[in-house]
């Protein structure tokens, strides 16, 4: 597939490498307020006041029950009853993050649910480490902004020189990463690292982004869909190509799997934060070109370039 001349490029822009680049608990609030079941909505009331905040988690012996939010509190009020535990007015389905998602699955989950927060556990122990706002992501992006401005100050890239120091008829430098299937708690170091050696092969900044979402949706479609596969990143004066290849189930349908919010990944994937159909639609917006090869039962190739 590769793009019609006549649009306009897709460009990526720092703020959304970030979402992608960062992890939830990068950007949460770990000091949370908190009440129990058996505290009053009066109690909720004097908290919310005094912490200026328009929810909290409900836990019990460090685990998460519940979560009350000011909507709640104006219900009880209405109706004269803020000596009722909270228990009464709680929500107990709860969505939640994990800490070490990254921050893009945080964004998906606020434009789903339209919710104002979300608590945030750990992996492994399952206990409340955080909390989530819009607010927080604001805050976390405009400080890693300002880091990455100053550093840019004091020390602008300077370009390699590779390619003019290693003059043959057709020069190439190939990154090769293997991609663990279902192995969640790793995805996207190989998009990570791949991100790191564009940047010391002085790749231009706005190539690196498209090239690194593009990288990391490829190979979340490894680590959801496939028993694992491999990452391969050709750079080339003037262009980079990745391919993807996996050994999976196929797709049998490329074009609706093309269409934005298709997505066939079973239940669980998508209470992990992963799996919302957005992973080829990005590929294809962040790319030059793009093609892919598919053969049920056998395993698909994607191969995406980016001209720099």
């Excluded at 006041?49 to 939010?69: C, F, N, Q, W, Y």
């Excluded at 649910?113 to 405009?142: M, N, S």
């Excluded at 196929?250 to 992973?279: C, H, K, N």
């Amino acid at each position: 597939m590769k793009k019609d001349k006549v649009n306009q490029v897709f460009r990526v822009g720092r703020t959304q490498e970030l979402i992608y680049e960062l992890k939830v608990e990068q950007a949460m609030t770990r000091t949370v307020i908190t009440v129990e079941p058996e505290n009053t909505m009066e109690d909720v009331r004097r908290l919310l006041k005094e912490h200026r905040i328009s929810g909290m988690p409900v836990t019990k012996a460090g685990d998460l029950v519940g979560i009350v939010s000011i909507e709640d509190l104006i219900r009880s009020l209405r109706e004269g009853n803020t000596q009722e535990p909270v228990k009464q007015r709680m929500s107990t389905n709860v969505v939640t993050l994990y800490a070490d998602d990254p921050l893009v699955h945080a964004v998906q989950k606020f434009e789903r649910y339209g919710y104002g927060r979300f608590p945030v556990i750990d992996r492994k122990t399952r206990k409340l480490v955080g909390i989530l706002t819009k607010a927080d992501i604001i805050r976390c992006l405009l400080r890693r902004l300002e880091i990455n401005y100053h550093e840019r100050e004091a020390q602008q890239d300077k370009p390699s020189h590779w390619f003019a120091d290693l003059p043959s008829d057709r020069t190439a430098i190939v990154l090769r990463y293997d991609i663990e299937g279902g192995n969640f708690q790793k995805a996207g170091e190989a998009s990570s690292t791949l991100k790191r050696n564009l940047k010391k092969l002085g790749i231009p900044s706005e190539a690196t982004r498209r090239i690194t979402i593009a990288s990391y949706e490829a190979e979340m479609n490894i680590v959801i869909f496939t028993p694992g596969g491999e990452l391969v990143a050709t750079i080339e004066p003037g262009k980079v190509t990745v391919t993807a290849a996996d050994r999976g189930p196929g797709i049998p349908d490329i074009e609706l799997a093309m269409q934005p919010g298709y997505s066939t990944a079973p239940d669980w994937v998508r209470e992990l934060g992963f799996g919302a159909g957005m992973g080829l639609p990005n590929i294809k917006n962040c790319s030059d070109e793009m093609r892919i090869d598919s053969k049920v039962g056998e395993g698909t190739t994607l191969q995406f370039t980016v001209f720099t």
